[in-house]
């Protein structure tokens, strides 16, 4: 169990609808990382959000947002949802030990889009 | 946006058997090269990590070799087991991943 937490495990909704997406990092990280990762494509980086700020910015959709609340909680919106968008979404949160980043990756939540 | 080539794409070795799983980047300003290990259903988990100023890390069986100059860096598993058995992601910092390798270790 990495401490990061991710709901729903499991969503099925129909094309054009919107979901939201829930994260949170562990105990003391600042920092949420959220992925795409779908067959075809691997783990694709969408946005990080360090202690409520937009950090960096990825291969994120104009029809995607996320934002990070002051408990650090984080959460990623997808709008106008597409058949593409169906895979599985992670969010991840870091700590810097010794110099050195590491993240810890949710179990993820899973999306299919019919 | 593939910055990271990461191959062979599949593996099978039998236990004992060193796989070993190559990765390539193109931006030298990266400067964190973490390996992360994924079994099915579960999220990614760091397995170790090398920065660019170390040519070689060993933890436990898991040994990463890298290539500053030839910007590419590697994974050897020594005497693999069937519970390596997983998908294992190269990356270049913690926003570039290779499209991941998918070993079977068989008994």
């Known amino acids: 169990d990495s401490g990061v937490t991710q709901t729903p495990k499991h969503l099925i909704t129909a094309t054009g609808q919107r979901v939201t997406l829930r994260c949170s990092p562990r105990s003391g990280d600042l920092s949420v990382y959220w992925y795409q990762q779908s067959l075809d494509q691997g783990l694709q980086f969408l946005i990080q959000y360090y202690n409520g700020e937009e950090r960096a910015k990825g291969n994120i959709l104009e029809r995607f947002s996320a934002q990070q609340f002051p408990d650090l909680h984080s959460e990623l919106n997808l709008s106008s949802l597409e058949l593409g968008d169906s895979a599985l979404y992670f969010c991840?949160?870091?700590?810097?030990?010794?110099?050195?980043?590491?993240?810890?990756f949710g179990p993820g939540t899973r999306l299919l889009v019919l | 946006q593939q910055q990271v080539k990461q191959s062979p794409q599949s593996l099978i070795v039998q236990k004992g058997g060193i796989p070993i799983i190559n990765c390539a980047y193109e931006?030298?300003?990266?400067?964190?090269f973490p390996w992360y290990q994924q079994f099915p259903g579960k999220g990614p988990a760091l397995l170790i990590a090398i920065r660019p100023d170390v040519s070689e890390k060993k933890e436990g069986r898991f040994t990463i070799s890298f290539n500053k100059s030839a910007k590419q860096f590697s994974l050897h598993i020594m005497d693999s087991q069937p519970g390596d058995s997983a998908t294992y992601f190269c990356a270049a910092s913690v926003m570039r991943f290779g499209a991941g390798t998918r070993l079977t270790v068989k008994p």
């Open positions: 931006n030298t300003a990266f400067d964190y």
């Open positions: 991840a949160s870091s700590a810097l030990a010794g110099g050195q980043e590491t993240q810890y």
